[in-house]
């Protein structure tokens, strides 16, 4: 998405916990991950970036991976860092510099609610939902840091559904 993000959220991803009655005392239980929610508030970049998902990208750029039957999925990353110049959540972050990536894959844009106030301003809010992990049992989502003193965060490679990360 081509715009600056005013607001972010993420929920679920959670796990349950059942407390079950034995002879002995109560066991834990622990269910399966909730699905993961995403919701993203964005304002237009330029005058061409009304298109929120797909905005100044060719085909061959479009960060996304079409299934005729699902639909399209998508990875979203988040990076907050420290170092200089960095175009994309996706970069490498090297040298002393500090990074934290949250990476999301096999995500649905669900919703898409467009609204516009009385100063002409443009807003979108994108609503991107995944279960937290796909039918091989691995996970749909990734968290990756970065101190003063580890080395290289290396840069996420290009995303298929069969490449997550």
């Known amino acids: 998405m081509q ?3 005013t607001a972010l959220n993420v929920s679920g991803g959670d796990f349950d ?3 079950i009655e034995t002879f002995g005392g ?3 239980r622990l269910s399966s991950r909730n699905d993961i929610e995403i919701s993203l508030d964005g304002v237009p970049v330029g005058v061409g970036d009304f298109d929120w998902l797909f905005a100044n990208q060719t085909s061959a750029t479009i960060t996304s991976s079409t299934t005729s039957t699902t639909g399209t999925k998508y990875r979203i990353a988040f ?3 420290d170092q200089t110049g ?3 959540a996706t970069s490498s972050i090297t040298g002393t510099n500090q990074a934290y990536r949250n990476i999301y894959a096999d995500a649905y844009c669900t919703g898409m609610e467009k609204s516009m106030d009385a100063g002409d ?3 979108a809010t994108l609503t991107f939902k ?3 992990e796909d039918t091989g049992g691995a996970a749909n989502f990734k968290f990756e840091h970065k101190d003063t003193t580890s080395g290289t965060m ?3 490679p290009a995303y298929t559904t069969v490449a997550k990360w």
Do not use: Q, R, Y
């Open 79 to 81: 990076l907050w860092t």
């Open 130 to 132: 995944l279960t937290s």
């Open 154 to 156: 290396a840069a996420t």
């Open 17 to 19: 916990l059942e407390g």
């Open 121 to 123: 301003k443009l807003s």
């Open 3 to 5: 715009a600056k993000t």
């Open 26 to 28: 109560k066991i834990a």
């Open 86 to 88: 960095v175009s994309s």
